[in-house]
């Protein structure tokens, strides 16, 4: 079984998550969002445009639009992997939102995953990736990556799995305010 960023991402939101959707298979219909829409148009269009820019005051020396990276845990959809000057990669992600002076959690773990698929992948190392808040200007933000951020992501996807696989119950997550918004409030015993 391989993993998404989205799956650990619900699963950190909530390990319950995991269990109301990919054991009892009771979807949670994100398609009907208007940010998800507009982010698959924005990834859509971002494909089209400035194909051949290179974001040399970065040090990217190539890039790779569009890459399905996957291995044997996680799979995914990187907007670009960049080559570097100094021989490692990055991957590169743009943001349908605007950038508020904060870096959500989120957002860093999706990248955290990338690199793991990019250094399995391409057998380069990775020690940063990029976001870029579209609704900003295309501000584009530098995220530091450790061994430890993807030792963290590894260790979540073998929770996912064991959920999963062992049609395993967890617990709730300690943060009930995110209980008021769920997708799944009403049908989960606290």
Same mark, same amino acid.
């Given at each position: 079984?391989?993993?998404? &960023?989205?799956?650990?991402?619900?699963?950190?939101?909530? &390990?319950?998550?995991?269990?109301?959707?990919? !054991?009892?298979?009771?979807?949670?219909?994100?398609?009907?969002?208007?940010?998800?829409?507009?982010?698959?148009?924005?990834?859509?269009?971002?494909?089209?445009?400035?194909?051949?820019?290179?974001?040399?005051?970065? +040090?990217?020396?190539?890039?790779?639009?569009?890459?399905?990276?996957?291995?044997?845990?996680?799979?995914?959809?990187?907007?670009?992997?960049?080559?570097?000057?100094?021989?490692?990669? #990055?991957?590169?992600?743009?943001?349908? #939102?605007?950038?508020?002076?904060?870096?959500?959690?989120?957002?860093?773990?999706?990248?955290?995953?990338? #690199?793991?698929?990019?250094?399995?992948?391409?057998?380069?190392? !990775?020690?940063? +990736?990029?976001?870029?808040?579209?609704?900003?200007?295309?501000?584009?933000?530098?995220?530091?990556?450790?061994?430890?951020?993807?030792?963290?992501?590894?260790?979540?996807?073998?929770?996912?799995?064991?959920?999963?696989?062992?049609?395993?119950?967890?617990? #709730?997550?300690?943060?009930?305010?995110?209980?008021?918004?769920?997708?799944?409030?009403?049908?989960?015993?606290?």
């Amino acid at each position: 079984m391989s993993i998404t &960023p989205s799956h650990i991402i619900e699963y950190l939101f909530c &390990p319950r998550y995991t269990y109301f959707e990919y !054991v009892l298979c009771i979807p949670q219909f994100e398609e009907k969002y208007y940010k998800v829409i507009k982010g698959r148009e924005l990834h859509s269009d971002r494909l089209k445009i400035n194909r051949d820019y290179l974001r040399q005051r970065i +040090g990217v020396t190539e890039k790779y639009l569009d890459q399905y990276l996957t291995n044997e845990n996680l799979r995914g959809q990187v907007d670009e992997v960049l080559l570097l000057s100094d021989g490692t990669m #990055a991957p590169l992600d743009y943001k349908f #939102a605007e950038y508020k002076e904060k870096l959500f959690e989120t957002y860093k773990t999706q990248l955290y995953c990338y #690199a793991i698929l990019i250094e399995s992948n391409y057998g380069k190392e !990775v020690c940063k +990736g990029f976001l870029v808040y579209t609704r900003s200007r295309n501000k584009l933000l530098e995220v530091n990556i450790t061994d430890s951020d993807k030792r963290f992501v590894n260790d979540c996807t073998k929770e996912i799995v064991s959920i999963i696989n062992d049609n395993y119950f967890p617990k #709730a997550t300690k943060y009930k305010l995110r209980c008021v918004n769920c997708t799944y409030r009403n049908i989960c015993v606290k």
